[in-house]
T-cell receptor, first 112, second 108 residues
Framework: EAQVTQNPRYLITVTGKKLTVTCSQN?????MSWYRQDPGLGLRQIYYSMNVEVTDKGDVPEGYKVSRKEKRNFPLILESPSPNQTSLYFCASLGSYNSPLHFGNGTRLTVT | SQQGEEDPQALSIQEGENATMNCSYK?????LQWYRQNSGRGLVHLIL?????REKHSGRLRVTLDTSKKSSSLLITASRAADTASYFCATGTYKYIFGTGTRLKVLA
């Protein structure tokens, strides 16, 4: 089954403790991206990647890192999480231009 | 900054009625997409309309696009309780911008 898999589904952590949210897709898509969703603000793009070793900033990249060492994986790294990064995070992939995004089921992160 | 803005923010209708939600955007686009999200879950793609298309249908969904007004509308006909969800429009090629969404509630 074609899918985008995020882990973990829920994560509670404390300020400053590094964490990684994993994202993997099995559709051989070149494009992958990360979003955060906050009430009243919709989805905002954090980072995206056009291909292996090619990443670029979205609208809200501060406090986040990404890497794209393999086509299927695109982890989101928070090196020093802060409470304002408490949010619902989504990973998505895209097969080609003018095609729809495929979303994972989300990761709900709480930073205390 | 948010480019896509949906209107209304919330909509409550009876089962069987039609639901219309609108999206406005600010810059030129190659396509506009509509997504549905059920309560905190992942977004599901509904329909993509290209900039050279004016109308597109998919089952009970009808999407229109007016590039001169930089707006799009999503019509759901004969709504069902299962259509209760949030609906988002999105524009962009690789750097996507999503609107804040319309929360639709269909009452049985």
């Amino acid at each position: 089954e074609a899918q985008v898999t995020q882990n973990p589904r829920y994560l509670i952590t404390v300020t400053g403790k590094k964490l990684t949210v994993t994202c993997s897709q099995n559709m051989n898509h070149e494009y992958m991206s990360w979003y955060r969703q906050d009430p009243g603000l919709g989805l905002r793009q954090i980072y995206y990647s056009m291909n292996v070793e090619v990443t670029d900033k979205g609208d809200v990249p501060e406090g986040y890192k990404v890497s794209r060492k393999e086509k299927r994986n695109f982890p989101l790294i928070l090196e020093s999480p802060s409470p304002n990064q408490t949010s619902l995070y989504f990973c998505a992939s895209l097969g080609s231009y003018n095609s729809p995004l495929h979303f994972g089921n989300g990761t709900r992160l709480t930073v205390t | 900054s948010q480019q896509g803005e949906e209107d209304p923010q919330a909509l409550s209708i009876q089962e069987g009625e039609n639901a219309t939600m609108n999206c406005s955007y600010k810059t030129s686009i190659n396509n506009l997409q509509w997504y549905r999200q059920n309560s905190g879950r992942g977004l599901v793609h509904l329909i993509l309309i290209r900039s050279n298309e004016r109308e597109k249908h998919s089952g009970r969904l009808r999407v229109t696009l007016d590039t001169s007004k930089k707006s799009s509308s999503l019509l759901i006909t004969a709504s069902r309780a299962a259509d209760t969800a949030s609906y988002f429009c999105a524009t962009g090629t690789y750097k996507y911008i999503f609107g804040t969404g319309t929360r639709l509630k269909v009452l049985a």
